[in-house]
T-cell receptor, first 112, second 114 residues
Framework: RKEVEQDPGPFNVPEGATVAFNCTYSNSASQSFFWYRQDCRKEPKLLMSVYSSGNEDGRFTAQLNRASQYISLLIRDSKLSDSATYLCVVSSRNTNAGKSTFGDGTTLTVKP | DADVTQTPRNRITKTGKRIMLECSQTKGHDRMYWYRQDPGLGLRLIYYSFDVKDINKGEISDGYSVSRQAQAKFSLSLESAIPNQTALYFC?????????????FGSGTQLSVL
């Protein structure tokens, strides 16, 4: 089983739709959680950190469920420019001191 | 100017050749990383360094070596390149403080081994 698992998609949605991605992780000692966005053949860029209380940044909402060991990303009012691959990233600060583990990514295509 | 710079952007080489990929950063971060990405997959860690005197193997270090020449420079070498090392390679940095494992990436190097 992979340490970080994501539904690869692809998710094909119309503009304006709401879409949600989930990510599960296996290391219960994981401390930090992030969503990155990656455009085709480009470098990943941090979209948002994920906090226990949940956090929102404009149209994007991230949530963490430590008991069930999953994180989610909700995108409301999808735009064409949201088309990308979204990478779930989990980091632990104990034996794997600060190393980040990436999911394989979920591909989103927003259509007119 | 980019905060994390990788060179070259693209490289085509032949099996058995020695290749070096270079990474430099102006962010002042202590931690630097090398990842590779294969099509449809996430990033896998090759090597990482938490400071100039610290080098650690990642999950897929076989066939690779690294050198941390300075806080700002971290190079990746393929001693004898093979075709399954064809991939997109990313260098990244992070600040390394508690809760600050946010990664900042270079633009990547597309390596093709023929």
């Amino acid at each position: 089983r992979k340490e970080v698992e994501q539904d690869p998609g692809p998710f094909n949605v119309p503009e304006g739709a709401t879409v949600a991605f989930n990510c599960t992780y296996s290391n219960s000692a994981s401390q930090s959680f992030f969503w990155y966005r990656q455009d085709c053949r480009k470098e990943p860029k941090l979209l948002m950190s994920v906090y226990s209380s949940g956090n929102e940044d404009g149209r994007f909402t991230a949530q963490l469920n430590r008991a069930s060991q999953y994180i989610s990303l909700l995108i409301r009012d999808s735009k064409l420019s949201d088309s990308a691959t979204y990478l779930c990233v989990v980091s632990s600060r104990n034996t794997n001191a600060g190393k980040s583990t990436f999911g394989d990514g979920t591909t989103l295509t927003v259509k007119p | 100017d980019a905060d994390v710079t990788q060179t070259p952007r693209n490289r085509i080489t032949k099996t058995g050749k020695r290749i070096m990929l270079e990474c430099s950063q102006t962010k002042g971060h202590d931690r630097m990383y090398w990842y590779r990405q294969d099509p449809g997959l996430g990033l896998r860690l090759i090597y990482y360094s938490f400071d100039v005197k610290d080098i650690n193997k990642g999950e897929i270090s076989d066939g690779y070596s690294v050198s941390r020449q300075a806080q700002a420079k971290f190079s990746l070498s393929l001693e004898s390149a093979i075709p399954n090392q064809t991939a997109l390679y990313f260098c990244a940095t992070s600040r390394g403080e508690s809760g600050e494992e946010k990664l900042f990436f270079g633009s990547g190097t597309q390596l093709s081994v023929l």
